[in-house]
């Protein structure tokens, strides 16, 4: 069902308690700092890494004395999330808080569910330490709806230094140099690419290469600002060749396989590296590995200076209780603080969204991000991910994963014909 048409619904079944709700918005009254309450968590991060992450956040709310109810749906890429997130709103009955990125946050927030967090912005000056681009996402007609969490890179390349040194291949910085190293592995026994087959996966790995060989601009062109003209072209068909040439490097088991079992098998040293976001990290860490030892997390090749960002982020939800309130405003306090941002941080593979965080207790892959980060902002190539919902709506972006994950797995449809593809799904979404 579309978005529209399901926030329809809502506001049919909802339509009065919303309004008294979005009145609500603007008064912020602040319940007092004793109560103890209750808050139901929407999120999906039920991996090794993100297990952990996680459970940073409910100990130092349960320290408190709130309650944490878990709300976890399996799923990568957040997208059985959203469903059921979706369905228990249309039942009228929310969580208190719910991992939701992105434009989303605009459209939840227009309709009048989300509560207002200026308060707990205020009294912890977040605009002074969260970036404009990021803060900018998490505002709702200039008030802060959404508490942002973490930042996580996208373009990123885990390798498994055992397997390239076995095969005798150099880590590549290039696509060209990908494809030599990816036969030399495959000659020795190795599967070059550990590959999730779920259409986010797949759409990450496609985002990833089209930055390197289409460059920053026409990222934005495509990813950001969808324009059919710019994705019905020769650039993209170089990208959709590229993709079908990586995706030629994957094993047989790869349809439907989780994004950490694509991650263990690099780890497990059967495959030599995975394009994935840096949460793959997590299952690193979780799995004791020592970046720049056990494994290497490089730049995807073309993108060493690039930056697709995606940051997670909670919206809050209106509640009547004010102990509940109590309870969700401690965990927007807490989620910004730099005890949290440390040590989320290091399980979940993100870097703090504070910028005013010292690197020193980072490791190395998070201490890389950290530099890039800020180099891309200079530069101008920082981008949000479309894959992870920072850059399109809903249904543009539903499109491109399914023209995405369609062409990966049909070899007939050639590169020229995917490109034209990709531009009329586009068109079709955004109508
Ligand atoms: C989220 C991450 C999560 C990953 C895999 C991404 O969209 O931003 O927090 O770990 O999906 O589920």
């Known amino acids: 069902m579309r978005r529209s048409v399901v926030f329809l619904l809502v506001l049919l079944i909802l339509g009065p308690a919303l309004l008294f709700a979005g009145g609500r918005q603007e008064a912020a009254e602040e319940p007092s700092g004793d109560l103890k309450g209750e808050v139901e968590v929407l999120h999906w991060w039920t991996s090794g890494g993100e297990a952990a992450a996680v459970e940073v956040l409910k100990e130092l709310l349960e320290a408190e004395g709130h309650t944490w109810v878990d709300f976890a749906v399996a799923g990568g890429g957040g997208d059985a999330a959203m469903t059921a997130l979706r369905s228990r709103a249309v039942a009228g009955n929310p969580p208190t808080a719910a991992q939701v990125k992105g434009p989303q946050i605009q459209d939840w927030a227009a309709e009048g569910f989300l509560t207002n967090l200026d308060p707990v912005a205020e009294a912890q000056g977040w605009d002074n330490v969260i970036p404009e681009v990021l803060a900018d996402v998490m505002k709702y007609e200039g008030h802060y709806v959404a508490v942002p969490v973490n930042v996580h890179r996208i373009n990123w390349m885990w390798v498994n230094p055992d397997v390239f040194e076995a095969a005798g291949a150099e880590i590549p910085t290039t696509w060209e140099e990908f494809e030599e190293a990816a036969e030399k592995i495959e000659a020795a026994g190795y599967i070059p690419v550990a590959w999730g087959g779920q259409d986010w996966q797949e759409a990450t790995v496609f985002e990833t290469i089209l930055a390197g060989v289409g460059g920053t601009d026409f990222y934005v062109e495509t990813m950001v600002d969808a324009d059919p003209e710019a994705i019905d072209s020769p650039k993209m068909i170089e990208v959709l060749e590229t993709l079908r040439m ?20 690099v780890i497990e040293g059967d495959a030599a590296m995975q394009f994935m976001g840096d949460w793959a990290k997590g299952e690193f860490v979780a799995a004791d590995q020592k970046a720049d030892e056990d494994y290497i997390a490089a730049s995807a090749p073309q993108t060493a200076h ?9 919206i ?43 690197d020193e207790p980072f490791d190395i892959p998070a201490k890389k991000s950290m530099r890039d980060f800020a180099a891309s902002a200079d530069s101008g190539d920082l981008v949000p991910s479309m894959a992870h919902e920072m850059a399109v709506d809903r249904a543009v972006r539903g499109a491109i994963l399914d023209t995405i994950t369609t062409f990966v797995n049909s070899p007939n449809i050639s590169p020229r014909e995917g490109a034209k593809m990709l531009a009329d799904a586009v068109r079709g979404a955004a109508r």
């Open 306 to 314: 690039q930056f697709l960002f995606n940051v997670d982020s909670f």
């Open 246 to 265: 990586v995706h030629g490097y994957t094993d047989p088991g790869a349809p439907g396989r989780d994004w950490n079992m694509a991650t263990s098998m």
């Open 316 to 358: 809050m939800f209106e509640v009547d209780d004010p102990a509940d309130k109590a309870a969700q405003r401690a965990m927007a306090r807490l989620i910004i603080e730099p005890e949290f941002q440390e040590v989320f941080n290091t399980y979940k593979g993100s870097i703090p969204v504070r910028m005013d965080m010292d």
